[in-house]
């Protein structure tokens, strides 16, 4: 694969960092989804043939079988937690009930020669102290069930506050698949010597955000401009109206970031039943898959081939497909799909830019501005492939720790699929990405 860009589903071994043979791989099961030479995970001929005739079986390398009894731990915890809140629950409402019937028998028997006829004429009385519910009558079934239900009538006659009526714009269709808010608004400059310390500023000159009630979640400087995270929908499009009207020597380009597809990884093709043809390509996946193009929105698209070595007999090869959220989603139910003679695993993909030059993410070496080579091993002040040190080091949560005072394990190589900065960019991908 060229040397350009960094991807989180490489087909290069884990161990040793050459290039997977074919047929002589095999793949972990946890999280890391690393690839290794059988040689290199020390995994004898028996044991890959059995987890090729069982999908049941499993294979974890030693780092993600180590975390096992951390997780099942972490899943007893979780269990007894749940048990204990699902008890405590049952007897509240056991309490509530027999508080609630009580009251209730003593509402009903008050003695009403001692109650002041100017109230008990009053016929609205209860209406006068909640005037947007329903119902006039606040007391017409003894039955508990009766009695919560005029408990959640009455709630709705409490007025929504700014609190409440902000966390009511955050709606699923604003959210990506790990709940984080998608209500990005992007400007950048049109001059292109202008650059983000500029927009920056500029930003603030031109919207109040307090003025306009405009929530804002955080400002992150990019190229020549910035990314604001609005906290709703309606905060967003408020900003876009303020800057457009203020943006009137249209200076700057005011725009939403760029939605992204869900992208799957379909493992193993044999490049023999692989059309030549993406659009071959996609309609034998449609065909063979009994896909329904009927979908809102249906989207299936060759992004990129990995690791096709010159469509030799046998050949394996991986494909980037960009699908729909529904046509993801349905794909995933099954985990695979039919390619040729084969069925073929299946998986969400993500892909990371990494430079090759300063190791930093968001850009190629191609386009690195940095006259200084990082290491992606050691961190020093020289090219990767000419690093010699033992003393191994990431130069990302080195820097992240700096600006953020922070004190982040930084005892990993750069591209290492565990750094929290490689994690971090990871999320940034998942919140741009429309899985619904």
């Known amino acids: 694969m060229a040397e350009n860009e960094d991807d989180s589903n490489s087909n290069s071994c884990a ?21 290794y030479h059988n040689d290199c995970a020390q995994v004898k001929e028996s044991v890959v043939n059995a987890l090729n005739a069982c999908d049941a079986i ?12 951390e997780l099942n731990l972490m899943h007893m915890l979780g269990t007894i937690k749940s048990t204990i ?22 509402l009903t028997t008050v003695d009403k020669d ?35 239900k ?3 009538d009455t709630n709705t006659c409490v007025k929504e506050g700014p609190i409440r009526e902000i966390s009511s714009k955050v709606t699923k269709e604003n959210t990506a698949a790990d709940g984080k808010q998608f209500d990005y608004v992007v400007i950048k400059a049109k ?39 609005c906290a709703s929908s309606e905060s967003k499009n408020k900003l876009f109206s303020e800057l457009n009207k203020s943006n009137k020597k249209n200076e700057f380009e005011i725009s939403e970031p760029k939605k ?39 989207s299936l698209s060759i992004v990129r081939k990995i690791n096709q070595t010159n469509g030799n007999p046998g050949s394996e090869v991986n494909a980037i497909l960009a699908v729909d959220p529904t046509t993801r989603n349905s794909i995933l139910k099954h985990g695979y799909l039919y390619i ?39 961190a020093e002040s020289h090219e990767t492939k000419l690093c010699v040190s033992q003393n191994i080091k990431c130069a990302n949560c080195i820097s992240f720790n700096k600006q953020k005072n922070q004190n982040t394990n930084y005892s990993h190589e750069a591209g290492d699929k565990h750094c929290p900065c490689y994690i971090r960019e990871l999320d940034k991908i998942k919140a741009r990405t429309f899985f619904r």
């Not at 294979?59 to 180590?66: A, G, V």
């Not at 006829?117 to 009766?146: E, M, Q, W």
């Not at 830019?353 to 080579?373: D, L, M, P």
């Open 15 to 35: 161990y040793c960092k050459k290039a997977i043979d074919k047929n002589n791989f095999i793949q972990c099961s946890g999280i890391c989804n690393s690839v």
């Open 58 to 69: 499993k294979w974890y390398c030693n780092e993600c079988n180590s975390n096992i009894g």
């Open 85 to 106: 809140i699902s008890a405590m629950e049952v007897k509240l409402n056991e309490v509530l009930k027999v508080f609630e019937n009580n009251l209730l028998q003593k």
């Open 114 to 148: 001692k109650i002041s006829p100017a109230i008990v004429a009053d016929k609205n009385l209860f209406t006068n102290l909640t005037p947007n519910c329903k119902s006039n009558n606040i007391i017409t079934n003894t039955s508990y069930s009766a009695i919560s």
């Open 150 to 152: 005029k408990r959640q």
């Open 191 to 229: 001059d292109s010597e202008k650059d983000s310390e500029y927009v920056y500023s500029a930003l603030k000159n031109l919207v109040n955000p307090v003025e306009h009630l405009i929530n804002i979640i955080n400002i992150r400087k990019i190229k020549n401009g910035v990314i604001v995270n």
């Open 260 to 298: 992204i597809l869900p992208k799957l990884i379909v493992f193993g093709i044999d490049s023999n039943d692989m059309p030549a043809n993406d659009k071959d390509f996609e309609t034998h996946i449609i065909v063979n898959n009994n896909i329904d193009k009927s979908v809102n929105d249906f």
């Open 340 to 378: 040729g003679w084969k069925r073929c695993t299946v998986k969400d993909s993500y892909h990371t830019k990494r430079c090759y030059n300063c190791a930093s993410y968001g850009h190629i070496k191609s386009e690195c501005t940095s006259k200084v080579a990082v290491c992606s091993k050691c």
